[in-house]
C-alpha cells in the first residue's frame, strides 16, 4: 500500500477554474510538503506545513493556496488556474524535517 | 539564498559505463545531502543520504556518492550502469531550515 497518496492522478481543466488537488499519507510523519515539477526547472517548493496549525510560503506560492485539514491530509488549492500552472505537482511527507517520501504525482493541465 | 548545481543535464551511456553526475551546493554551514531518482513516470525515491560520518556513502541499487566539503560538493557514482537506470536523477540539499532544495536534475539515458 502507498505511504504517501495523491488524487487526482490526472486532471485537466480549463482557465479560471478552481481546482484542489489532495495529498493522504499513512506514515505519520508531521511535515507535509507541495513541489511543482517542469521540465528543466526541477522541482520547486510551492507551500509547506511542519504541523496542522503551521503553513509557510515556498519559492513559488503565488497563485496557490493550501490546506492541512489533519496531520495525515494537506490539500492544494488553485484559485484560478492560468495554463502556466500546467505541471506536474508533488506531495512529500518528511518525520522532523529529514528526508522526504514522495507521493506519485499529479499531473495538472490548465488549457 | 541556496542553491543546487547539477551541470550535467542530460548524460547518455551504454551499459556497463561507468557513471558521475556532478553536484555542487552554494551553503557554508552545516547541510544535509539526498540523491533522489525519478524513473519514468514515478515518483521520487531516495537513492542515498547524507547526514554526517564517513563523507562516502552507498545506497541502494549500486550508487555511491561522495561528499567534499571543500568542493561543496556531493558526486553521485556508479561503477556499472544497467538499462534499468535509465532514469532523472536530483540532488538535493538540507540546509537545516527544514526544507529541501532541489538541482534542476540530470536525465540519464543508457543504451543497451
Known amino acids: 500500500d502507498a505511504d504517501v497518496t495523491q488524487t487526482p492522478r490526472n486532471r485537466i481543466t480549463k482557465t479560471g477554474k478552481r481546482i484542489m488537488l489532495e495529498c493522504s499519507q499513512t506514515?505519520?510523519?508531521?511535515?507535509m510538503y507541495w513541489y511543482r515539477q517542469d521540465p528543466g526547472l526541477g522541482l520547486r517548493l510551492i507551500y509547506y506545513s511542519f504541523d496542522v496549525k503551521d503553513i509557510n510560503k515556498g519559492e513559488i506560492s503565488d497563485g496557490y493556496s493550501v490546506s492541512r485539514q489533519a496531520q495525515a491530509k494537506f490539500s492544494l488549492s488553485l484559485e484560478s488556474a492560468i495554463p502556466n500552472q500546467t505541471a506536474l505537482y508533488f506531495c512529500?511527507?518528511?518525520?522532523?524535517?529529514?528526508?522526504?517520501?514522495f507521493g506519485p504525482g499529479t499531473r495538472l493541465t490548465v488549457t | 539564498a541556496q542553491s543546487v548545481s547539477q551541470h550535467n543535464h542530460h548524460v547518455i551511456l551504454s551499459e556497463a559505463a561507468s557513471l558521475e553526475l556532478g553536484c555542487n551546493y552554494s551553503y557554508g554551514g552545516t547541510v544535509n545531502l539526498f540523491w533522489y531518482v525519478q524513473y519514468p513516470g514515478q515518483h521520487l525515491q531516495l537513492l542515498l543520504k547524507?547526514?554526517?560520518?564517513?563523507?562516502l556513502v552507498k545506497g541502494i541499487k549500486g550508487f555511491e556518492a561522495e561528499f567534499i566539503k571543500s568542493k561543496f560538493s556531493f558526486n553521485l557514482r556508479k561503477p556499472s550502469v544497467q538499462w534499468s537506470d535509465t532514469a532523472e536523477y536530483f540532488c538535493a540539499v538540507n540546509t537545516g531550515f527544514q526544507k529541501l532544495v532541489f538541482g534542476t536534475g540530470t536525465r540519464l539515458l543508457v543504451s543497451p
Open positions: 506514515k505519520g510523519h508531521d511535515r
Open positions: 512529500a511527507t518528511s518525520l522532523g524535517g529529514y528526508e522526504q517520501y
Open positions: 547524507y547526514f554526517s560520518g564517513d563523507p
